[in-house]
């Protein structure tokens, strides 16, 4: 097991010191090799392991089935010692929680008051009380196992009593557990074959609002079992938005007919956040954190949800068992304790959230990225003429940058699913005030060897004319270089563009991306905002380097081709409107609007998420905080790398969040562009409908109160 990150619990100053002040929950999912048919010595084990969690700032601990018997024990396990022993184990632990962190949930055989009948339970203790006591509901009798020999099935005993030193508990199938001091937090407990039904309880169970799933677990290992826990945890979590904290049996456990690998692992909504080494001799646990407001966010936006709970309102009125209990303070009273430094996040928690760090999850994600974007643009052409030869042809811009580089590919491959040559795509760069010769020259030679018919159209007489018509001082030679200056140039672009398109039968492509819409960095109306089909509009800034790359990589163009893109790649974002002299540094994208991979950063987790900014922010510093830490998406330059401090941090949230909120009304009037992402997209015809004149004041006022600048 890991040791503490930080074992601090008094009051903290620090913002950011507890994943507890930011809808987390710490779990543990652990494993420890059983003492067989010893209670009093797996008890022992179980506290050595909490007294570890408990300095890890664990909420959660989740133990194997029958953890403090044993489960491959066969015909002993109805034997009165045996079970007097299991009694006796409880109380131990039961007493031991009083002063400890974690809601603690074990295995145990009980027997009923009237010793008639047995039960398969998971126990829920904490701070010296019993929350719960889950029955095993679905007993498997097939192949290798036997349980209705020995035990009595769960799923009806709601109520029934069991002894623990001496005291009656009720057994609680349909309980849930509840925590006032963590918000977010309803448990429910489900055991091994639970899981594994066409119906399990925790279907149910979530339907009746619990949001972590815990299962305690036997299941001896078979080739392939493994991957099918994981299967079912999986789904189970991704299809009931839940957290899934699943703890298998391993080491001690009889290897007469069967063998055991101590298998533990967490999902969240279909995401593994961790996994422990299997067959381990020792104790191991898969400690992450739970995100309860990814949960709580993704069901109150999946309203199917809520829909399924009332067709099954009848089965989940069984669900009235529901206990409280207070997480930080003790014996679960009102009072107000201060949340434990916890040290940095623990789960994958991803710089770039659209771009996988996988390498090959990546390459999987920019297959269908780009055959999503090539499929809706020659769906458009198609269904206006553009599916033979001589039909609707692509009009682009191509300015030698990341976007109309990428859009140009995308018209290429295009034009090769409908049968029509290259040639027929018609791609203009329009220098302006700004443009170098650099970028020019490289919308030219990729142009040309991609095939393209390409042609140079020079907007600055036109600009000149239209500044002068308009009385601007650059119109009478005055180095006035505004936010006039700038427009004029974009729209005299797509004005060419459009007109273009009407003398030449086609349609304007347009090259603009998500993270240029979140920003409103773009031109409106006639300008880079508009065209007849945009084919980036679903993809971040920080995705379509990679889908580049990925073209590259695939080799779908000739090597010329691919070292042309290559170069696209190393240079700089601009959008070359403002010109320098000599020595002056050109214009910057990200020098004037920030860095597009914290802009990125932020719109998933606002888009996809539903975070507020001082979430965002607190998951960015842990992300971004450290330049060390974590994994880079392959390919991702050396040189590229770099951290933020959390005063860069907010400075460029509160950037992203004015022009978020000032520049709605661009994207209510978006043309057509098809989704790409899972993480979102801005059309509101799509995922995002959002009123243009609403005030951001209530998210920059969470900045100034909740979002550290130092």
């Known amino acids: ?111 009923s008051r009237d010793r008639a009948r047995l039960f398969n339970c998971a126990v829920i203790i904490h701070r010296g009380q019993v929350l719960g006591i889950a029955p095993k509901q679905n007993l498997p ?31 609680t199938p349909h309980g ?72 298998a049996a391993g080491a001690g456990e009889s290897t007469t ?5 101590g298998q533990t692992f967490v999902y969240e909504c279909g995401d593994l956040l961790g996994e422990s080494e299997r067959f381990p001799q020792d104790p191991r646990a898969t400690i992450v954190d739970v995100d309860l407001d990814r949960i709580v966010a993704e069901r109150r936006r999946q309203s199917t949800i809520d829909e399924n709970r009332r067709t099954h309102a009848a089965a989940l009125e069984a669900f009235e068992t529901w206990t409280e209990t207070s997480l930080f303070a ?3 009273t009102e009072v107000s304790v201060p949340r434990p430094a916890t040290g940095p996040l623990r789960r994958p928690l991803h710089r770039f959230p659209f771009v996988p760090d996988d390498p090959s999850r990546l390459a999987q994600d920019s297959y269908e990225a780009f055959s999503i974007q090539v ?15 001589g039909g609707a042809r692509p009009v682009i811009g191509v300015s030698g940058g990341l976007d109309s580089t990428h859009a140009l590919i995308v018209c290429a491959r295009a034009m090769d699913l409908l049968g029509r040559d290259r040639s027929e795509i018609l791609a203009y760069t329009m220098p302006g005030f700004a443009t170098t010769e650099h970028t020019r020259s490289n919308a030219e030679l990729l142009s040309e060897a991609i095939g393209a018919s390409f042609e140079t159209i020079d907007i600055r007489p036109a600009s000149t004319q239209m500044l002068a018509d308009m009385g601007h001082p650059v119109g009478r030679g005055e180095e006035v270089y505004d936010v006039t200056f700038e427009n004029v140039q974009a729209g005299m672009r797509y004005d060419y563009l459009f007109r273009l398109a009407n003398h030449h039968g086609g349609i304007v492509v347009g090259t603009g991306d998500l993270s240029e819409l979140a920003l409103g960095w773009c031109t409106y109306g006639v300008g880079d905002q508009m065209s007849h089909y945009g084919v980036n509009a679903g993809v971040p800034k920080t995705l379509i380097q990679h889908l580049i790359r990925w073209v590259i990589a695939e080799g779908l163009f000739d090597v010329a081709t691919s070292e042309l893109l290559q170069a696209v790649l190393d240079t700089e974002i601009s959008p070359e409107l403002i010109p320098t002299k000599p020595g002056e540094k050109a214009q910057s994208t990200e020098d004037s609007i920030g860095p597009y991979a914290l802009h990125d950063f932020t719109l998933y987790h606002l888009l996809r998420r539903g975070y507020g900014p001082a979430k965002i922010a607190y998951l960015a510093h842990q992300a971004w905080g450290d330049l060390e830490a974590g994994q880079w998406p392959a390919g991702y330059a050396d040189g590229d790398k770099r951290a933020y401090t959390r005063g860069e941090i907010r400075g460029w949230l509160t950037v992203f969040t004015r022009r978020f909120f000032s520049t709605q009304f661009k994207r209510s009037a978006v043309p057509n562009a098809p989704k790409v992402l899972a993480g979102g997209s801005l059309s509101p015809r799509g ?24």
């Open 1 to 111: 097991m890991s040791s503490a990150t930080d074992t601090g619990s008094a009051q903290h100053a620090d913002p950011h010191a507890s994943i507890y002040d930011h809808g987390f929950l710490r779990v543990a999912a652990v494993t420890v090799p059983v003492a067989l048919a010893d209670p009093a010595t797996n008890a022992r084990r179980h506290l050595e392991q909490l007294q570890a969690l408990e300095q890890q700032q664990v909420g959660l601990a989740v133990f194997p089935e029958l953890s403090l018997t044993g489960y491959s024990l066969d015909d002993l396990v109805l034997q009165e010692p045996l079970l007097d022993a299991a009694e006796a184990a409880l109380a131990t632990l039961i007493e031991a929680s009083r002063d400890l962190l974690p809601i603690l949930v074990v295995g145990a055989p009980l027997r």
């Open 141 to 171: 009798t097939y192949r290798e196992f036997y349980e209705r020999r020995w035990y009595a099935p769960g799923d009806d005993a709601d109520g029934v009593l069991v002894r623990i030193a001496g005291q009656d508990h009720p057994l």
């Open 176 to 247: 849930i557990i509840t925590v006032s001091d963590v918000p977010g937090l309803s448990l429910f407990v489900e055991i091994c074959e639970d899981m594994w039904v066409p119906v399990p309880p925790s279907a149910q169970a979530v339907l009746a609002g619990a949001t972590v799933v815990a299962n305690l677990s036997g299941s001896p290992i078979t080739v392939g079992r493994a991957e099918d826990r994981k299967l079912m945890a999986r789904s189970a979590s991704a299809r009931c938005q839940a957290a899934y904290v699943y703890a």
């Open 257 to 261: 007919d069967l063998a055991w690998d």
């Open 330 to 332: 003790p014996g679960g």
């Open 375 to 389: 499929a809706g643009l020659v769906r458009r052409l198609a269904a206006i003429g553009g599916d033979e030869p």
């Open 687 to 710: 995922d995002w409908r959002m009123p243009s004149d609403v005030t951001s004041r209530a998210w920059l006022a969470e900045i100034e109160a909740e979002v550290p600048g130092d």
